[in-house]
C-alpha cells in the first residue's frame, strides 16, 4: 500500500480541513473532490462562488461536502483583520490595508491556518513560488527551535526496496538557494521530523555532495556539507525520534548498498538512506525534476518544512492526483503522531 493511501486510511479516523487558495483551479475542484469523497475532511475552496460552481458543473462534479470561501464577503473577514493588523509584521496598517491585503486568498488563507480556521493550506497551483510562499511565510510562526524553513519533496516508487516501504524524501528542492552548514542542519532534522511523523519508520538521513567522505577532494562544498552534518547530528539528539545522519555521500552511496559496499562505507545509513538533503537549491530541483520527467514517478509537494502549522507549495505544473496527495500528506501532518500511529496495545493470552 503507498504512503498516500496508508494515511488516507488513518485519516479518515482524524479528519481535517485542508484550504486551497486557488479553489477555481479545475485541478484543485478534483483534488478537493476526492479528498471529501474518501472521507479525510472538509476541503476548504477561496474564490468566487459562482466560477467554482461553474467550473465544477463543467468536470461533472458535485461540492457537497467541499466549504467554499468568498474572502471579501466572508463573515470572518473583520476578525482576521483585526488579527492581521495585530501580527508584529502588519501592526502598522490601518484597516482598508489590511482587508485589501486578506482579499488576496494566499493571505487569507495562511490567516486561517494560523487562527485555527483551517488545519493546513496547499497553494501554488497559479501563482508563482513568491505569490504562494510569502504569505505563508510572513503570517505563520515557525517551530521551536528552528530558524529555517525550507521544503521537502517526496517521491513514491513502485521499487518498495527504495526509501520507506518506497517513499523517499527529498529536500531542499525549493526554497534556500545557497543554505549555510546551519541551515542544511536544521533542513536535515525538520525534514527527518516530518519524514518520522508521516511512517513512523525511523530516518536515515544522507548529505548528499559530489564526492563520498571526501575521497581525496577538498572544496568548499564539500567542507560545508561535512559541517552541516556534524551539525545536524548534534541537534538531532534533542529529539524525540530515531535518526541516523551520515554525510558527505554521493547519492548513489546513500541509495545503493553495493555502490556503498564497493565504496567501503559503512553506516546504517549508506546504501539505504530514506531522506535525502541536497546541498543547494540548484542540486534538489535539478534532480527532483528530472527524476520526475524521465522515470514518471509520483512526487508529492513542496510541503515547507521548519513552521509550527502544516503548508505546501505546490508547482503549477501539479495534476490533481499530485494535488490531492499534498493535501492528504498536510493534512495527516496536522494529525499528533501519536493518534496518526497510535500504540496497539496486546491483549493478554487467555489462560486455560
Do not use: W
Not at 544522507?206 to 556534524?230: C, D, F, N, P, W
Request: proline share 6%; with cysteine.
Amino acid at each position: 500500500m503507498s504512503l498516500i493511501n496508508r494515511l488516507s486510511v488513518r485519516l479518515q479516523n482524524h479528519p481535517k480541513r485542508v484550504v486551497f487558495p486557488e479553489g477555481a483551479d479545475p485541478r484543485i475542484i478534483q483534488a478537493a473532490r476526492q479528498f471529501a469523497t474518501r472521507r479525510l475532511g472538509v476541503p476548504i475552496l477561496l474564490g468566487d462562488r459562482t466560477r467554482i460552481k461553474i467550473n465544477a458543473a463543467r468536470l461533472n462534479i458535485k461540492l457537497d461536502g467541499i466549504r467554499i470561501v468568498e474572502p471579501a464577503r466572508s463573515e470572518e473577514m473583520p476578525g482576521y483583520i483585526t488579527k492581521f493588523q495585530g501580527h508584529q509584521r502588519f501592526s502598522g496598517l490601518k484597516e482598508q490595508e489590511a482587508q485589501e491585503y486578506l482579499a488576496n486568498p494566499n493571505y487569507f488563507a495562511a490567516m486561517m491556518v494560523a487562527t485555527g480556521g483551517a488545519d493546513a493550506v496547499v497553494s501554488g497551483a497559479t501563482v508563482g513560488p513568491a505569490g504562494g510562499l510569502r504569505p505563508i511565510l510572513q503570517i505563520l510562526p515557525r517551530q521551536a527551535g528552528v530558524e529555517t524553513v525550507s521544503s521537502m519533496q517526496i517521491m513514491e516508487m513502485e521499487e518498495s526496496k527504495l526509501g520507506i516501504d518506497g517513499a523517499l524524501f527529498l529536500s531542499d528542492c525549493a526554497v534556500l538557494p545557497e543554505p549555510s552548514a546551519e541551515q542544511l542542519a536544521d533542513i536535515a532534522c525538520t525534514t527527518a521530523m516530518l519524514a518520522y511523523h508521516l511512517t513512523n519508520q525511523p530516518p536515515r538521513v544522507a548529505m548528499l555532495a559530489y564526492s563520498t567522505k571526501s575521497s581525496g577532494t577538498k572544496h568548499q562544498s564539500i567542507e560545508r556539507v561535512k559541517s552541516a552534518t556534524a551539525i545536524a547530528r548534534a541537534k538531532a539528539r534533542d529529539f524525540d525520534m530515531p535518526v541516523e545522519i551520515d554525510g558527505e555521500l554521493q547519492v548513489d552511496a546513500a541509495l545503493d548498498p553495493f555502490t556503498a559496499a564497493v565504496k567501503d562505507i559503512e553506516s546504517s545509513v549508506a546504501g539505504q538512506a530514506n531522506v535525502l538533503i541536497f546541498p543547494d537549491l540548484n542540486s534538489g530541483n535539478i534532480a527532483s525534476k528530472m527524476v520526475q520527467i524521465i522515470a514518471g514517478i509520483p512526487s508529492y509537494g513542496q510541503i515547507l518544512t521548519g513552521l509550527d502549522r502544516p503548508a505546501a507549495e505546490i508547482s503549477r505544473g501539479a495534476s490533481a492526483h499530485d494535488i490531492f496527495g499534498t493535501a492528504v500528506i498536510v493534512a495527516a501532518q496536522a494529525v499528533d503522531r501519536r493518534y496518526l500511529y497510535p500504540i496497539e496495545i496486546k491483549q493478554p493470552e487467555s489462560v486455560g
